[in-house]
């Protein structure tokens, strides 16, 4: 069983950075893409960014030149640098990982962690 645990959300002021982390554990063979969601209340999940096991990336238009998402491999661990937040950024951010192999032949279905709340105050 694979499993992702994230840390790193708080509260932060308007402006302010915070940097979130996602490392998951278990029978891990190997991870294709690894990304970050948010969801607001009252609002559909939405994709922030994500990250290929080659490293190509996609950032959903609101937080482009703000976010950056970054991996590393070897230690099956995901990033999400945030910077400048606003109000609007406030959230659930959820760290999802698919294309997880167990083994050569053994695939996983997609996994979600359980979520960090992020808070931006005005």
């Known amino acids: 069983q694979v499993q992702l645990v994230e840390s790193g959300g708080g509260l932060v002021q308007a402006g302010g950075s915070l940097r979130l982390s996602c490392a998951a554990s278990?029978?891990?063979?190997?991870?294709?893409?690894m990304g970050w969601y948010r969801q607001a209340p009252g609002k559909q999940r939405e994709l922030v960014a994500e990250?290929?096991?080659?490293?190509?990336?996609t950032y959903a238009d609101s937080v482009k030149g703000r976010f950056t998402i970054s991996r590393v491999n070897a230690k099956n661990t995901v990033y999400l640098q945030m910077n400048s937040l606003k109000p609007e950024d406030t959230a659930v951010y959820y760290c999802?990982?698919?294309?997880?192999?167990?083994?050569?032949?053994?695939?996983?279905?997609?996994?979600w962690g359980q979520g960090t709340l992020v808070t931006v105050s005005s």
């Open positions: 999802h990982a698919d294309g997880v192999k167990l083994s050569i032949v053994h695939r996983s279905p997609e996994v």
């Open positions: 278990g029978r891990i063979f190997s991870i294709n893409t």
């Open positions: 990250i290929t096991g080659i490293g190509s990336t």
